[in-house]
């Protein structure tokens, strides 16, 4: 009968937390049972050591997401989970063992962890400092979710001086590609998104922020969440606006939109102008 203790116990405090399920704004997080295969070869049959110790081990790592009540426990996606937990452990040696570990977003259906970690020692010891890593990282997973895949059309230039449009196009080129390049890479740094390639799809479009949205579909098909397109507007030699809209790229609905006021400065300070704009009016505002 002892030999059920654990799993009485387990299963009791799994029971307890899903009783204090009911917390008020607690994401909903199913964590399933991780799989157990030793192939290590070894001759004694550690087969009742091992499933004692990965009820444990599931128990601590439950009890530690649902620990301060910002997670709630949920036997499954259809119960109001937000999140999935899915794992397993796998001994290759005598002390090594490693532990495949996948956090999924259920509702975009994304990955938000997927990691495979190694561990030495095969008692309680080493698989309770395994559990403590592994639920850090879960739960630095948790509070992550993943960046937004999003399509940043090259910015275009509205030149509303009267100087010819040939004089200087080389130049403003090169200084809208700058601008364009800064700000995928702010917004690629900042974690919240992951920047798509969009190849020559933009071109085929002409002036995107004269069609009416449609850089939405075109981010659609190249797989983006949201697409963002960016406009420079020249009003003199040392003077210039910018603007930026980000949509939705499903729907096609504005999520967010940046203009800035006039703003001092040739066009070789374009691309800081932009950078500073999506950084205070997207990133620094989410």
């Known amino acids: 009968m002892h030999r059920f203790r654990p799993i009485l116990s387990a299963f009791l405090l799994l029971v307890l937390s899903y009783a204090r399920a009911d917390a008020e704004g607690a994401i909903g997080v199913a964590v399933d049972d991780f799989s157990y295969t030793d192939t290590s070869a070894e001759p004694t049959n550690q087969t009742a050591a091992h499933e004692r110790r990965l009820v444990a081990f599931m128990a601590a790592l439950r009890r530690d997401i649902s620990e301060g ?160 397109i960016g406009v420079v507007r020249r009003v003199s030699r040392t003077e210039y606006t910018l603007g930026f809209q980000l949509r939705d790229a499903r729907t096609g609905a504005v999520l967010a939109r940046g203009d800035s006021g006039l703003r001092m400065g040739a066009d070789y300070s374009w691309k800081r102008g932009a950078v500073r704009l999506v950084s205070e009016r997207l990133i620094d505002s989410q």
Request: aromatic letters at 6%.
């Open 69 to 228: 009540g910002r997670y709630r426990l949920v036997p499954s996606a259809q119960n109001g989970a937000a999140f999935k937990v899915i794992g397993g452990i796998q001994k290759t040696s005598t002390l090594v063992q490693w532990a495949k570990v996948a956090v999924i977003d259920v509702g975009a259906k994304k990955l938000v962890m997927d990691k495979l970690y190694s561990f030495r020692g095969d008692n309680d010891e080493s698989w309770r400092r395994a559990e403590v890593f592994v639920s850090r990282e879960v739960i630095a997973a948790l509070g992550m979710p993943a960046p937004a895949a999003l399509a940043v059309f090259d910015f275009e230039l509205e030149d509303m001086t009267a100087a010819s449009a040939g004089a200087s196009a080389g130049s403003d080129a090169s200084h809208l590609a700058e601008v364009t390049g800064g700000v995928r890479e702010a917004l690629g740094q900042s974690g919240r998104y992951r920047i798509v390639d969009i190849g020559g799809e933009a071109g085929k479009a002409g002036a995107l922020r004269d069609c009416g949205g449609c850089e939405a579909s075109i981010a659609q098909k190249l797989g983006a969440d949201q697409s963002l």
